[in-house]
């Protein structure tokens, strides 16, 4: 039964899925072109971010196609919401990689100090978008719940590296310039993470029509 | 192949409909020219004798007997279809075999209801040769005929119409009356015209009942002749004259019908339309 | 509560069609009826008013309290009981004769024969059918030469002429264009405030778009009953859900 629309709802949700994965490999090379100064790599991603708007209007094509010609309701109607809310965090998550990788870029043929903290915090953001497309790939209200527990982490992780650059600033006023870009990297890290936890948002609604607690439908 | 075969067919087609328009109209004009050519007023005007066989008593007694008989027959056939389609239950045994002896009754030739007439009314309840004796028998040959028509006019009124009238609460008589009867009217009033061609073209039956006294009937306890009876009996005893007078009758016959369908079609519009506007 | 099915089961001679049905119809609302075919919603609809009876071999156990008073028991009319809840059909049957005529068939079915008594009723009826406008001009001409929609309506108008507590439509719209659908749609919404409504219909949307209330049927049960936006969101019951995303079979 209904051969048509379940076949519409896989394409969907292999969209969904290339675009995570596209998702999680951007945040891949970003962070390990921060950590490994590979310019190449950064470039990469920077001039990559066409994909993510392309695979992003595809995703609103095919669930408004759908909305239009199967008038879906129950758990399909919150499988389209949830497509057409998630991806723009994840296209956020996209353009926030980009912003790192023009910083990243901009160091080319300088030195570039990274504390611990924000080569942690970049791990952590790494886990936290391929926690969150995990979940929406699974249908997942464990790996979901996880995700709050990590942006805990990251904010306090941001938090402590704001305060650090703070005083170095106060300390080398010629590291001015360096702390800044390290502050906005860190910045654009808390984003994504905020991102990747409003996936998770939208995952735990597609199951239970609950967001942040609320009932929605 | 395919060719030759829709082609013959459609041949066929057409030759069926040649001779029977041919044969219809033929008939109809050979009687209508031999009726007229045998032509001349006082065999409607005048007295009855036995050398101007006039025919103005048999057009009253035929025009007496079409109303008498339908005020018979035409209520008691449509009362007892509405009670078979709308109040017997489905599997009643009794209407089985109301069913069953309106089925027979259609099939049995008339001059049976002849004989039957004659003894019951003519004999037994006393009313000799006359037009009441033929009224009755005659109308008991058409009961069947309506009863069946009626049936199905009334079954061919769509139930949606019974549903929306029960619907808004009006009860069954009601629903009867003013919905499914006057819905059904037109095939009623086809069943009513229908039987006039039966009253009018009776013969058999009637030479028993109503006999066969050429006369203007003073009373409906007197005998007199029907226009067909008047045809049969001008054509056996008359020779070649009384064939003329047959012929005539005949003419006046075929008028008469032809003036009562354009009536009752015109009749039945106006019902029809009276009631769906 | 206006009308209270409790434990009824229904039968077509052996064949049972309603299986301990349990239902409450509250006042002022619209409750929608839905389900595959034969699953028994059009049933139920029709032994609200007992348009059942004329089924002969149905058979009904249990209770069906209208207003608190068993419609099956031995004090009701029937007539009276049909006058109160009013009935609209799957196809528009309007009764062969003028606009006026129908809507003026019930009351005076009722009693009421004073001309100026029906005339206020015939425009206080398309009124609120919303249809006088359209018919105004044509009170005189059979009702059978309107269109499919206006016909529709007129029998809504018919229906409401008797002044009912309840109308009962089955399938209404199913015969009808997206245009007169949207129409009728409109109109049940309005007449809510006034009356209570009890719609079977096929079209899951049109349950979605005005029912308060929907109960799924299946097998001549009643799977789910429950608020409309709920079961249409978040349904209980897999075959409710099965049935509602088109995946049922």
Redesign the interface.
Known sequence: MRNRFDQELKKLHDDLVSMGTFIEKTMDKTMSAFRTNDYALAREVYDNDDIADELEIKVERRSLRILLSQQPVARDLRTISTALKMITDMERICDQAKSISEIVLRFEGKEFKKTADILQMSEKCVIMVNKSIDAFINDSLELASDIEKLDDEIDALFKRIHDSMATMITHDPNSVEQAIDVLMIAKYLERIGDHAVNISEWVVFNITGEHKHRLLI | MKNIVSLSLRYFVYIAMCLTALSLFGILGYILINGVMAFRPSLIIGEYTSSNPAIGFSVFTTCVMIVLTLLIAAPLSIFCAVYLTEYAKRKNRLVTWIRLATETLAGIPSIVFGLFGAIFFGTVMRLGYSIMTGCLTVAIMLLPVIIRQTEEAIKSVPDMYREGSYGLGASKLRTVFRIVLPSAMPGILSAVILSMGRIIGETAALIFTLGSVAQFPGSLLDSSRSLAVHMYISTRDGGSAGREVAFFTGAVLIVVILLMNIGASYLGGKVGKDFEN | MKIKVEDMNLYYDTFQALINVNLDVVENEITAFIGPSGCGKSTLLKSL?R?ND?V?SCRITGKILFDGEDIYGKKMNV?????RM??V?Q?P??????VYDNIA??PR??GIKKKRELDRIVEESLKNAAIWDELKDRL???A?AISGGQQQRL?IA??LA?KPEVILLDEPTSALDPISTTKIEDLLTELKDRYTIVIVTHN??QA?RISDKTAFFLHGEIVEFGKT?EL????KDKKT?DY??????
């Open positions: 008013n348009m004329l002969e007539n009276v009981l049909r006058k009013g009935m059909f196809k049957n309007p009764f062969p004769m003028s068939y019930g079915t009722h005189k001409k059979s059978l029998c018919r229906a008797v899951m949307g979605a936006i249409f969101s978040r349904p859900e509602i995303t088109g995946r049922f079979g």
